[in-house]
């Protein structure tokens, strides 16, 4: 099992983010996340990718518990469909826009 939230939470001052969030996602399947602004998507995707800390819960990849690891650590990362500002150099053309805005957590391997 490639990705696995357990009960996932997120809590900013006394107002829930995320409150007990599971899901499994299989090896290549791809998946959509949608709901109503303020529901919680971009935490969600912030949570799996390290750029935030979660309140409770678990998140596994590929069997691992990296819900402590640091960003550089998990093998994932968050990149949204708006403009990137200048990256520079070997790395300018990493990240490409999507039209539709739509934000992006990929997957890598450490070289």
């Keep these: 099992m490639p990705l696995k939230v357990d009960k996932l939470s997120k809590r900013y001052g006394n107002n829930w983010a995320l409150r007990d969030v599971s899901f499994e996602v299989d090896d290549g399947s791809v998946i959509g996340l949608f709901g109503a602004s303020g529901s919680g998507k971009s935490t969600l995707l912030k949570l799996i990718a390290g750029t935030a800390k979660p309140t409770g819960g678990t998140i596994e990849l590929d069997g691992r518990d990296i819900t402590a690891a640091k960003r550089r650590e998990r093998g994932v990362s968050l990149?949204?469909?708006?403009?990137?500002?200048t990256v520079g150099g070997l790395f300018?053309?990493?990240?490409?826009?999507?039209?539709?805005?739509?934000?992006?957590?990929?997957?890598?391997?450490?070289?």
């Design 92 to 111: 300018g053309k990493l990240f490409e826009r999507s039209a539709a805005g739509e934000i992006h957590v990929s997957r890598f391997e450490n070289a």
């Design 79 to 85: 990149h949204s469909g708006e403009p990137f500002r």
